[in-house]
């Protein structure tokens, strides 16, 4: 069983910067494709990025691509999520999730996921 707990988030000015992490543990995560997502009051849930252990692929949101940056820490099990160029509109509940990577994964589905943090809030004030 698989266990996530996010830390790092927090209130922002935009413009600023925050690095989010998400500590896995339940054994070895090198098969799986660990991913963040995040929810916004009234809105889906929305793919924010994703990365393979075992082949360090990487995948990102349409809106955080070139602002965001996820990487992992393989003798820490942790992955981190950096986050610059914060803008209000990306104030929401950010979640860590888990899956087994398979070749052809649709990364930003999140039913695909089975397991999920408890999330953490990020604000970004204007």
């Known amino acids: 069983q698989v266990q996530l707990a996010e830390s790092g988030g927090g209130l922002v000015q935009a413009g600023g910067s925050l690095r989010l992490s998400c500590a896995a543990s339940?054994?070895?995560?090198?098969?799986?494709?660990m991913g963040w997502f995040r929810q916004a009051p009234g809105k889906e849930r929305e793919f924010v990025a994703g990365?393979?252990?075992?082949?360090?692929?990487?995948r990102y949101g349409d809106s955080v691509k070139d602002r965001f940056t996820i990487s992992g820490d393989n003798a820490e099990n942790t992955v981190h999520l950096q986050m610059n160029s914060l803008r209000p509109e990306d104030t929401a509940v950010y979640y860590c999730?888990?899956?087994?990577?398979?070749?052809?994964?649709?990364?930003?589905?999140?039913?695909?996921?089975?397991?999920w943090g408890q999330g953490t809030q990020v604000t970004v004030s204007s």
């Open positions: 999730a888990a899956r087994i990577y398979y070749w052809g994964i649709r990364w930003s589905d999140q039913t695909q996921y089975p397991y």
């Open positions: 339940g054994g070895s995560l090198s098969a799986y494709v």
């Open positions: 990365i393979s252990w075992r082949f360090g692929e990487t």
